[in-house]
């Protein structure tokens, strides 16, 4: 059996001798994890960037709960990786869905939410553009997962968003990503060290 859905690349990691333990992020499906034959190769190097928007043909063998998968970039979102501020961004927020979701759960709202905040990151000439896309996109995965949460306020200034941001860090962190999953938390934290620099 075989499918394909548009999705949000969000990490990898080696899997033998050439291959990658994928997982991306769709509309339909939720997070799935998949094996990429080849994709620590050259030819998938910059396709399997977090943040690209890809599609993902997923194949599915009798008696195996792991699809293989097929990656094909739709946008690229490589280039950032060299800018510090959205790069950092970037990993953490695909980071925190990565480790957070369940897999096979559809959550269109976060994959949509997601996929603005990349835009946005991708668009804004700083980040002040952005930032309140992030505190909305963590809210929002608080909220879908079961822990509340409330919007941001409108018109926040950059001293009030950063206090938000750190509350949102208390609540992720406790929450989240106790535990096993609690070194996740350095990608945000390098990330708000960052944009604290912006003061």
Known sequence: ??????????????????????????????????????????????????????????????????PFARIELEQSRAALITEPLPAAAIQWACALTAATLPERQPYPALHSALEGLLEAIALAPSARGWVTGLIGYETLLLSELGYGGEAPAAGADWAQQMAMLGILERRLAHYLLAGDRRDVMGARLRLTERLARMA
Do not use: C, D, W
């Not at 548009?6 to 990898?12: D, E, P």
């Open 1 to 66: 059996m075989t499918s394909a859905a548009a999705a949000i690349f969000l990490g990898a990691r080696p899997q033998g001798e050439t291959g990658a333990m994928a997982r991306v992020l769709t509309a339909e499906a939720g997070l799935i994890a998949a094996y990429v034959a080849g994709g620590r190769g050259r030819m998938m190097r910059a396709v399997m960037v977090p943040g690209n928007r890809v599609t993902a043909e997923l194949s599915y063998r009798p008696g195996s709960q792991l």
